[in-house]
């Protein structure tokens, strides 16, 4: 069931949101080649707890983790661990928290030091295509509207979108109704209103759109091994338009 959001659970949200996106700044400073993902996911526990909030995903369906960190060619869910970022690798930094039993959830993807015009033209698209997501979330839109966006963008630029993994309702529970596809046809979907929250994060591929699981049961990588981009926000629809809720 889809739960509209008060202006009170809304504000939690931004408070959340707003942790998040702070953190995740920091963590941009801190991703250069010779750091290990397992220190980032350290750094980010240590700051989430001294701002008062919980780790969204530690916990989760048994997740041990603070972050989920994805380098090259894995799309999402990557474990942080003792892997050590070098030059020219790209990191997807997964990230939530709880403030008050309302979580906030945003990603981005980093370059580790110098990275080919290939990565920087991949991350350069799927932040674009972010923005075009969210700039058809609003009340005059339908739900596959966003996906429409994402989609009609990413494949312009010959890159293919990952279907497995979308994006979702978010307030009170990490993942609620409806989930929200980077792909779809527009005009089609539920109607968006205000008060809907939703966590926008399109998983886009340099290579074939296919993806598999690790035998960690986490990690999700593409099939021919290319490299994936994801970026994230929450936003929120309100009455005079869509904010996003996941910044500083």
């Known amino acids: 069931m889809i739960v509209l959001k008060s202006q009170r659970e809304i504000d939690l949200m931004r408070r959340a ?3 998040v996106a702070e953190i995740l700044d920091r963590l941009r400073e801190e991703v250069k080649p010779g750091v ?5 996911d350290t750094l980010a526990e240590r700051l989430t707890r ?3 909030a919980l780790p969204a995903f530690k916990g989760y369906r048994g997740y041990r983790h603070t972050l989920c960190t994805s380098v090259n060619e894995q799309v999402v869910h990557g474990i942080p661990g003792r892997r050590i970022l070098k030059d020219g690798d790209i990191v997807g930094i997964d990230f939530g928290v709880i403030i008050e039993g ?7 993807t980093v370059p580790v030091g110098r990275v080919s015009e290939q990565a920087r033209r991949l991350l350069e698209t799927t932040e674009e295509a972010l923005r075009l997501g969210i700039a058809n979330a609003t009340a005059s839109h339908r739900l596959h509207d966003i996906g429409a966006a994402v989609q009609a963008f990413a494949e312009s630029r010959d890159y293919s979108v990952v279907r497995e993994y979308v994006g979702h309702g978010i307030g009170r529970e990490l ?3 409806p989930q929200v596809p980077n792909f779809g046809d527009p005009g089609t979907g539920i109607r968006l209103r205000p008060g ?4 926008i994060e399109p998983m886009i591929n340099a290579g074939g759109r296919d993806v598999e699981t690790l035998e960690d049961g986490w990690t999700v ?3 021919d091994r290319s490299l994936s981009a994801h ?3 929450t936003i929120a629809i309100t009455e005079s338009g869509t904010e996003i809720l996941t910044t500083p």
Do not use: N, P, S, W
Request: zero cysteines.
């Open 36 to 40: 290990a993902t397992i220190d980032l």
């Open 102 to 108: 309302y979580f906030g959830d945003a990603a981005v």
């Open 231 to 233: 970026f994230e926000h």
């Open 221 to 223: 990588v593409t099939r």
């Open 175 to 177: 993942h609620e109704a």
């Open 17 to 19: 949101g707003r942790i």
């Open 196 to 199: 809907m929250t939703l966590a």
């Open 50 to 52: 001294k701002a008062g």
